[in-house]
């Protein structure tokens, strides 16, 4: 068999990843696009080349043997923004987990390992393939090694051969150091010869052959200023030349039979892909987990064909079964119970054809220990029971003790509590088309685990919360919320189904005028839909600019229109049909499809185990983010409706919620006298940061301290300001920096927020909610960076989930005492909805904010708006 190796240039495929892919988040708050590009490359090369040896080389540092010769080479670069230098560890860590051999050497680039290891593998008779986005390494190519270039994009490569090259430029690789030392470098700092370009380089080349000869015969080229030029800059040519030269002879310690490549583990190459949210290439793995070999200890346990009391015992662990994800659609499947008595199963047809087992379920001083109290509630109230005295849920006290922790099923968390006696759901059930329910016997003993499982683990966790002063959070805040989102749940939004289908037929009606226009604009008729046959037109036929290639041909992304916006008029309308056809595809048919046909109503569910910093998110549908800067996008609100005749909705939301967190943790002067006073905020901080009088104020320097106001939230960087703004990343940095100095509370908290993370391995919120942060004090300063950088916007985030859930607690208690028959039906952000009679908006109006306004007490006053109409479109 052939022997190939593969050579891979990392910092040079990382770079071009991040900038061709728009930054993508996992739910950690990681960014991933750099990553997720790296490993499509990787996939391609892999599928590709096939490779029996492997290599990725990196850069070891900033400085090389090449600045003893020229300081200043690839002096002028910008800083690597922060967005991705957190992403190379988790790249690392990509090789690793396939297998593949990495390799950075001090005082060296990747390209003089590449250079080197190329040069031993073609005195060895391998086949060569280099893969970068520098077409310095193309002075490698030989008869045994290809050079690939990576086009603009990740996956598009263009092969660097002797042959093309001569045919492309008309000289032999080697000559490439000679055009460089001709026409310099700018990406490198690599000065040449001033006013020679690669036209006049070349030229000078195919006339005279090396550097040193065109050097030499100064007097018969032609043109004054160029023989001026080249007599001039000699020395400097010389050395640009050197500096461009690879080196072969680097003092690697690695050998070709260290990487050999023998292909990835799957099940690590899942961890990773789960751990950066790599969903669509988890799918692509079939079979992806592995064969789940879990040794399980035998467990006692009876199945219960007669029920009665004496089954129930104190405090027992109760647990239900459902096979689907989207249990407001789902048939229960099984019961479990565990107590001081013993591990019991019941069928689902006898527990809920008995009278003993509903008034057991509803029965509020018996105490349960479940797994996930809301979905319990739900799922049993379809069946006309409601489930009463939870004491514990298994699930949001593991997700409070550590909530980066992947929760899947009970069978997770158990195992990340050291309890391994119980399998997977989806090694016992299967996954996809496969999952299945199998024969009783074997789902009884399946349920009978996870029931002696909570059991088990219930005073564990308990203990846990109460060394971590979490009790309080999680008995008088996320279990009292738990059934209050089930009675959100329960209740759904009511859908006006004719408004939904009109709004339909008009976003139709202008998807087909805009068609109409695209055609026009074109020239022709085509499917706007295919990103070939749109490619074609605006590429080939109008002749704009290629910014992005795919495997497939031209990029039509949304980066790519975006950038082409103002170069012709079609590219606007490809935008909005894009956009219109979204809003059709994902809102107006997705919520015909999900609606419920008996009572018109969506039933969202809220995940309140989900994310880091404690916020809610929801699913099936997510009714967070409707996309509301198109007008279409904030009229689909319109079909939600009350459920009741003669009744409304009113909406109240937190005003800047997170700043006033900021000014109340940080304990900003400026910041406090501003909310106290009931300045604009906005405006406030541009006066802070330019200097002027409120008078002066224009509104672009507002919109500049907006996006600085609510980026220090969330631990902006110079790099991601300047995108948002569209500014150069010096001002962004400048602005931040201009920003830190007007508020010295802020910049102070950032720095003590931060020491206190490295000393306790966590922040916490207002009501101590926590998330650690194990790489705030790991020595790569990548990994640091953004744990320090989570360390700062955590907490503020984290308490604002938290004061808005306290409100709907509070809410609920007030609704219930002041005997309103008005309904909390979601919340969306910093928002709550409700649904309400007429007759009690003016009592609604005063407690509402009253409420909410006082769920906890900061240095600065919670402010709340609110609005109501017939639709949730009218109350805003």
Same mark, same amino acid.
């Given at each position: 068999?052939?022997k190939k190796?593969?050579?891979?240039?990392?910092?040079?495929?990382?770079?071009?990843?991040?900038?061709?892919?728009?930054?993508?988040n996992?739910?950690?708050?990681?960014?991933?696009n750099?990553?997720?590009?790296?490993?499509?490359?990787?996939?391609?090369?892999?599928?590709?080349?096939?490779?029996?040896?492997?290599?990725?080389?990196?850069?070891?540092?900033?400085?090389?043997?090449?600045?003893?010769?020229?300081?200043?080479?690839?002096?002028g670069?910008?800083?690597?923004?922060p967005?991705?230098?957190?992403q190379?560890?988790?790249?690392?860590?990509?090789?690793?987990?396939?297998?593949?051999?990495r390799?950075?050497?001090?005082?060296?680039?990747?390209?003089?390992?590449?250079?080197?290891?190329?040069?031993?593998?073609?005195?060895?008779?391998?086949?060569?393939?280099?893969?970068?986005?520098?077409?310095?390494?193309t002075?490698?190519?030989?008869?045994k090694?290809?050079?690939?270039?990576?086009?603009?994009?990740?996956?598009?490569?263009?092969?660097?051969?002797?042959?093309?090259?001569?045919?492309?430029?008309?000289?032999?690789?080697?000559?490439?150091?000679?055009?460089?030392?001709?026409?310099?470098?700018?990406?490198?700092?690599?000065?040449?010869?001033?006013?020679?370009?690669?036209?006049?380089?070349?030229?000078?080349?195919?006339?005279?052959?090396?550097?040193?000869t065109?050097?030499?015969?100064?007097?018969?080229?032609?043109?004054n200023?160029?023989?001026e030029?080249?007599?001039?800059?000699?020395?400097?040519a010389?050395?640009?030349?050197? #500096?461009?030269?690879?080196?072969?002879?680097?003092?690697?310690?690695?050998?070709?039979?260290?990487?050999?490549?023998?292909?990835?583990?799957?099940?690590?190459?899942?961890?990773?892909?789960?751990?950066?949210?790599?969903n669509?290439?988890?799918?692509?793995?079939?079979?992806?987990?592995?064969?789940e070999?879990?040794?399980?200890?035998?467990?006692?346990?009876?199945?219960?064909?007669?029920?009665?009391?004496?089954? =129930?015992?104190?405090?027992? !662990?109760?647990?239900?079964?459902?096979? &689907?994800?989207?249990?407001?659609?789902?048939?229960?499947?099984?019961f479990?119970?565990?107590?001081?008595?013993?591990?019991? =199963?019941?069928?689902?047809?006898k527990?809920?054809?008995?009278?003993?087992?509903?008034?057991? !379920?509803?029965?509020a001083?018996?105490?349960?220990?479940?797994?996930?109290?809301?979905?319990?509630?739900?799922s049993?109230?379809?069946?006309?029971?409601?489930?009463?005295?939870?004491?514990f849920? #298994?699930?949001?006290?593991?997700?409070?003790?550590?909530?980066?922790?992947?929760i &899947?099923?009970v069978?997770?968390?158990?195992?990340?509590?050291?309890?391994?006696?119980?399998q997977?759901?989806?090694?016992f059930?299967?996954?996809?088309?496969?999952r299945?329910?199998?024969?009783?016997?074997?789902?009884?003993?399946?349920?009978?685990?996870?029931?002696?499982?909570?059991e088990?683990?219930?005073d564990?966790?308990?203990?846990?919360?109460?060394?971590?002063?979490?009790?309080?959070? =999680?008995? &008088?805040?996320?279990?009292?919320?738990?059934?209050?989102?089930?009675?959100?749940?329960?209740?759904?939004?009511?859908?006006?189904i004719?408004?939904?289908?009109?709004?339909?037929?008009?976003?139709?009606?202008?998807?087909?005028?805009?068609?109409s226009?695209?055609?026009?604009? !074109?020239?022709?008729k085509?499917?706007?839909?295919?990103?070939?046959?749109?490619?074609?037109?605006?590429?080939?036929?109008?002749?704009?600019?290629?910014?992005?290639?795919?495997k497939?041909?031209?990029?039509?992304s949304?980066?790519?229109?975006?950038?082409?916006?103002?170069?012709h008029?079609?590219v606007?309308?490809?935008?909005?049909?894009?956009?219109?056809?979204?809003?059709?595809?994902?809102?107006?048919e997705?919520?015909?499809?999900?609606?419920?046909?008996?009572?018109?109503?969506?039933?969202?569910?809220?995940?309140?185990?989900?994310?880091?910093?404690?916020?809610l998110?929801?699913?099936?549908?997510?009714?967070?983010?409707?996309?509301?800067?198109?007008?279409?996008?904030?009229?689909?609100?319109?079909?939600?409706?009350?459920?009741e005749?003669?009744?409304?909705?009113?909406?109240?939301?937190?005003?800047?919620?997170?700043?006033r967190?900021l000014a109340?943790? %940080?304990?900003?002067?400026?910041?406090?006298?501003?909310?106290?006073?009931?300045?604009?905020?906005?405006?406030?901080? %541009?006066m802070?940061?330019?200097?002027?009088?409120?008078?002066?104020?224009?509104?672009?320097?507002?919109?500049?301290?907006?996006?600085?106001?609510?980026?220090?939230?969330?631990?902006?960087?110079?790099?991601?300001?300047?995108?948002?703004l569209?500014?150069?990343?010096?001002?962004?940095?400048? =602005?931040?920096?201009?920003?830190?100095?007007?508020?010295?509370?802020v910049?102070?908290?950032?720095?003590?927020?931060?020491?206190?993370?490295k000393?306790?391995?966590?922040?916490?919120?207002l009501?101590?909610?926590?998330?650690?942060?194990?790489?705030?004090?790991?020595?790569?300063?990548?990994?640091?960076?953004? !744990?320090?950088?989570?360390?700062?916007?955590?907490?503020?985030?984290?308490?604002?989930a938290?004061?808005i859930?306290?409100a709907?607690?509070?809410?609920?208690?007030?609704?219930?005492?002041?005997?309103?028959?008005t309904?909390?039906?979601?919340?969306?952000?910093?928002?709550?909805?409700?649904?309400?009679?007429?007759?009690?908006?003016?009592?609604?109006?005063?407690?509402?904010?009253?409420?909410?306004?006082?769920?906890?007490?900061?240095?600065?006053?919670?402010k709340?708006d609110?609005?109501?109409?017939?639709?949730w479109?009218?109350?805003?």
């Amino acid at each position: 068999m052939k022997k190939k190796l593969v050579l891979i240039d990392g910092n040079s495929i990382a770079y071009r990843a991040f900038f061709a892919l728009p930054l993508l988040n996992n739910d950690k708050g990681i960014h991933t696009n750099a990553v997720y590009g790296f490993t499509m490359m990787l996939n391609r090369i892999l599928e590709d080349e096939k490779p029996t040896h492997l290599l990725v080389a990196f850069d070891a540092g900033k400085t090389t043997f090449r600045h003893k010769t020229f300081s200043e080479y690839k002096g002028g670069r910008q800083k690597t923004p922060p967005e991705l230098s957190e992403q190379f560890p988790f790249i690392r860590e990509l090789l690793d987990a396939y297998g593949i051999s990495r390799y950075e050497l001090e005082n060296y680039e990747a390209d003089d390992i590449i250079g080197t290891l190329s040069l031993h593998a073609e005195n060895d008779d391998f086949e060569v393939k280099i893969i970068s986005g520098d077409k310095d390494l193309t002075q490698l190519s030989s008869e045994k090694t290809t050079v690939s270039i990576t086009r603009k994009g990740i996956t598009e490569i263009e092969d660097y051969t002797p042959a093309y090259i001569q045919e492309k430029y008309g000289i032999t690789p080697d000559r490439i150091i000679d055009m460089k030392g001709l026409m310099g470098d700018a990406s490198d700092n690599i000065p040449g010869v001033p006013g020679v370009g690669e036209k006049t380089a070349l030229k000078l080349l195919k006339e005279f052959g090396a550097l040193e000869t065109v050097l030499s015969s100064v007097d018969k080229v032609g043109g004054n200023k160029l023989k001026e030029k080249l007599e001039e800059f000699k020395d400097q040519a010389l050395m640009s030349k050197e #500096l461009a030269t690879i080196t072969r002879e680097a003092p690697i310690e690695i050998e070709l039979s260290e990487v050999e490549y023998e292909g990835y583990e799957r099940d690590k190459v899942v961890s990773i892909y789960k751990e950066l949210g790599f969903n669509s290439l988890l799918d692509k793995l079939s079979g992806e987990t592995g064969s789940e070999e879990v040794e399980l200890e035998e467990i006692e346990f009876e199945v219960i064909n007669e029920i009665t009391e004496d089954i =129930f015992s104190g405090e027992n !662990a109760f647990y239900i079964e459902l096979l &689907e994800d989207n249990y407001h659609y789902a048939d229960i499947i099984g019961f479990s119970i565990a107590n001081d008595k013993g591990t019991f =199963f019941i069928s689902t047809e006898k527990a809920l054809a008995s009278q003993v087992f509903k008034q057991w !379920a509803e029965d509020a001083s018996k105490e349960k220990i479940v797994y996930d109290a809301k979905r319990s509630e739900v799922s049993l109230r379809h069946h006309g029971i409601h489930l009463a005295g939870v004491s514990f849920d #298994l699930l949001i006290a593991s997700y409070l003790i550590n909530p980066s922790a992947t929760i &899947e099923d009970v069978a997770s968390v158990a195992k990340s509590h050291g309890y391994e006696s119980i399998q997977s759901d989806e090694a016992f059930y299967g996954k996809g088309a496969k999952r299945q329910v199998p024969e009783e016997g074997m789902l009884a003993m399946h349920l009978a685990r996870k029931a002696a499982a909570i059991e088990a683990l219930k005073d564990k966790l308990d203990k846990e919360l109460k060394d971590n002063q979490q009790a309080e959070l =999680f008995y &008088e805040l996320e279990m009292p919320l738990s059934l209050i989102l089930a009675d959100m749940e329960s209740c759904g939004v009511k859908m006006d189904i004719k408004r939904l289908k009109a709004m339909g037929e008009e976003i139709y009606s202008k998807l087909v005028g805009i068609e109409s226009r695209i055609h026009e604009l !074109a020239g022709e008729k085509f499917n706007i839909n295919s990103p070939k046959q749109l490619g074609v037109i605006l590429f080939e036929k109008l002749g704009l600019p290629v910014y992005k290639k795919t495997k497939t041909g031209y990029s039509t992304s949304a980066d790519v229109l975006e950038k082409l916006e103002t170069k012709h008029e079609i590219v606007r309308e490809i935008l909005d049909y894009r956009q219109l056809g979204k809003l059709q595809s994902t809102y107006i048919e997705g919520l015909l499809k999900i609606v419920n046909k008996d009572n018109e109503k969506v039933h969202t569910r809220f995940n309140q185990a989900l994310t880091q910093t404690g916020r809610l998110s929801s699913t099936d549908p997510n009714l967070q983010n409707i996309p509301i800067r198109l007008e279409e996008g904030r009229k689909i609100r319109q079909a939600f409706i009350p459920s009741e005749k003669d009744w409304v909705i009113f909406a109240a939301d937190y005003s800047q919620i997170e700043l006033r967190v900021l000014a109340h943790i %940080a304990k900003d002067d400026k910041l406090i006298e501003a909310f106290n006073h009931d300045m604009d905020i906005h405006t406030k901080t %541009a006066m802070e940061v330019f200097h002027v009088s409120e008078e002066n104020v224009t509104s672009n320097m507002r919109r500049h301290a907006k996006a600085v106001n609510f980026g220090i939230v969330y631990g902006i960087s110079d790099y991601g300001l300047s995108q948002s703004l569209g500014i150069t990343r010096k001002e962004a940095g400048q =602005f931040i920096e201009r920003y830190l100095e007007s508020y010295p509370g802020v910049k102070a908290y950032m720095e003590d927020i931060v020491a206190d993370a490295k000393q306790k391995g966590y922040v916490s919120t207002l009501l101590h909610r926590r998330r650690y942060l194990p790489e705030i004090t790991s020595r790569n300063f990548n990994l640091r960076s953004f !744990a320090e950088r989570t360390a700062m916007n955590t907490p503020i985030q984290g308490s604002a989930a938290d004061i808005i859930k306290k409100a709907m607690i509070d809410m609920a208690e007030r609704l219930k005492s002041e005997n309103l028959k008005t309904r909390l039906l979601l919340q969306v952000h910093d928002e709550l909805i409700f649904e309400a009679p007429k007759d009690e908006l003016d009592i609604l109006k005063k407690i509402v904010p009253e409420v909410m306004e006082n769920a906890v007490v900061l240095e600065v006053p919670l402010k709340v708006d609110y609005a109501y109409g017939p639709t949730w479109f009218d109350a805003k």
